[in-house]
């Protein structure tokens, strides 16, 4: 999981003095594995700025076609005169808005520009492309184009912010709600002792009967599903540079803004999300199992035969995506450059997924993908209505699109399991008999949350897993994730009680069975 510092001071207020390796080291000492601190832009040198295409001359001596242009870059070369720059890229037109790099510029990789003579002309700065800045691809393969109302001269190292630091983090199977920006900012605020903005605290419409109409026929493979639909999207509305930065930062490319919306949230929330359009999607939104042998073309444009244990999304016709793991090309959102084509109206799935049935799929067909797997390590099932309002508003505020007020919500109850510890239990895990006083108000960071308590209870405590950590299948059956044997629960309890107090006796050695004695005497030396 990648986490652009920048991103993650939205949500907690770090010390602005707080570097990314200040930041790692917190993070390393609450458990997760940061493994790399990437200084973007940390080469980059100005004047970089914004300019719009004024001319553009075709040169046809050449064995490649070259354009001499000149580029409007207001008062940022100081004279307010067009610069001339040389360019072979075919992508942008008169009147497009580009990256402009001036002389004394230094781009990524040491490469400094300068005023040069190149195919028999003058060129005095160099038009970007996002490759040369070391953006992340953005899918154009060309020079960078940005939206007609950016204001020329602007200084494009702040527009595209191209000056960050990226945590790199490697996500446990344990610790699967660190694959999102809320999960690691949880971990965060924590570690420094500050407050949380949670993203997903938003106000959300309830459940009425006239949203779309939903119906799950195997609740056990999906117990949660949302459906939100909005209408009118505007056929020129393209993501905003901070949403595409965003995306680019995390390792993603940029598509279209239907597309890139469901992406962003799921990365700041952790909940996929899928985005089908609607005119393509013909009645009733099912889940079910395959039929052995059902045929499906996923959005990566390969057929798949399906098998019995699949999940599949239905509509009317049959499967129109593979549960949890990726979405069909027969519901598909057009591309932003089909605009005859182009997505108006849009239908948005936050569902919650059994983890063991998506993990297993996704195996099957050898097909690992962003949703899959944050769903086989444990999604929060409670942020599905949010993931999904956070989509409608941004879809209403960058598309101009009109929010149905229909809100589907189906939800099949299941009751937590929960463990029993002894309430002793901290105590002697840590060596130190704790007092009724040591006892805390629950915290954000708790892996598991008292769900049972009373006078028959004051020497027991009977624990359930958080939503945001939810319990997830074991070796032997045994709970992994939020939810483990007593001893590993203890450092939760006791790690951040008081600590003073007066010293417990050391638990009592228990016997180990005769197998492991006779394991141990092989493999160790008998001293006579």
């Not at 993650?8 to 000492?29: C, F, H, I, M, N």
């Not at 182009?342 to 097909?367: P, Y």
């Not at 960058?398 to 589907?408: D, K, N, Q, S, Y």
């Amino acid at each position: 999981m990648r986490v652009p510092l920048s991103w993650l001071r939205e949500y907690v207020d770090l010390p602005a003095t707080e570097s990314g390796r200040d930041v790692q080291d917190k993070l390393v000492s609450a458990g997760l594995e940061v493994e790399t601190v990437e200084q973007l832009g940390a080469d980059l040198k100005g004047p970089l700025v914004v300019g719009q295409v004024a001319t553009i001359e075709e040169l046809t001596d050449f064995k490649k076609p070259i354009r001499f242009c000149t580029v409007d870059v207001g008062q940022a070369n100081g004279t307010g005169e067009p610069q001339e720059i040389i360019c072979g890229a075919r992508n942008f037109a008169v009147g497009d808005k580009v990256v402009v790099a001036l002389p004394g510029a230094v781009l990524p990789g040491d490469f400094q520009i300068a005023e040069r003579k190149t195919y028999g002309r003058m060129s005095r700065g160099m038009i970007c492309s996002s490759d040369e800045l070391n953006m992340g691809d953005d899918g154009t393969k060309g020079i960078i184009v940005l939206p007609p109302e950016t204001e020329i001269g602007k200084d494009a190292v702040e527009l595209l912010e191209l000056v960050d630091e990226v945590l790199d983090i490697a996500v446990t199977p344990d610790r699967g709600y660190c694959l999102s920006m809320r999960g690691v900012a949880r971990e965060a605020a924590i570690a420094y002792g500050l407050p949380l903005r949670d993203p997903a605290l938003i106000d959300v419409p309830g459940p009425n009967a006239y949203g779309y109409p939903v119906q799950i026929a195997d609740p056990t493979g999906c117990d949660r599903f949302t459906a939100r639909t909005v209408t009118g999207l505007s056929a020129e509305a393209r993501s905003p540079i901070w949403l595409q930065r965003r995306l680019q930062k995390v390792g993603m490319r940029p598509i279209s803004l239907a597309v890139d919306v469901t992406n962003y949230v799921m990365m700041e929330l952790g909940q996929p999300l899928h985005a089908y359009d609607r005119g393509l999607v013909q009645g009733t939104i099912g889940v079910r199992r395959a039929e052995q042998g059902e045929k499906l073309t996923t959005l990566d444009g390969v057929e798949r035969t399906l098998d019995a244990e699949d999940l599949v999304i239905t509509d009317d016709r049959g499967p129109i995506g593979l549960a949890g793991v990726m979405g069909g090309a027969n519901t598909e959102i057009a591309d932003h450059d089909d605009v005859e084509n182009a997505t108006a109206d849009v239908v948005i799935e936050a569902a919650h997924f059994d983890a063991t049935s998506i993990a297993r799929t996704a195996r099957r067909h050898k097909l690992s993908s962003e949703a899959s797997r944050r769903f086989e390590r444990g999604v929060d099932p409670q942020a599905a209505a949010a993931a999904a309002q956070r989509t409608v508003d941004l879809l209403v505020l960058l598309a101009g699109g009109t929010a149905e007020a229909g809100v589907t919500e189906v939800v099949a109850p299941t009751a937590p399991r929960t463990i029993t510890i002894p309430a002793d239990h901290p105590g002697q895990g840590r060596g130190r008999r704790l007092r009724p006083g040591d006892r805390r108000p629950a915290a954000p960071g708790d892996r598991l949350r008292r769900v049972r308590a009373g006078r028959a209870d004051r020497h027991r405590a009977v624990l359930a897993a958080r939503p945001h950590r939810p319990e997830r299948p074991g070796r032997r059956g045994h709970p992994a994730g939020g939810l483990r044997e007593p001893a590993l629960h203890a450092a939760q309890a006791a790690g951040r009680s008081r600590p003073d107090g007066p010293a417990a006796a050391a638990p009592p050695r228990r016997p180990c069975p005769g197998r492991c004695r006779v394991r141990r005497g092989a493999e160790l030396p008998v001293h006579r």
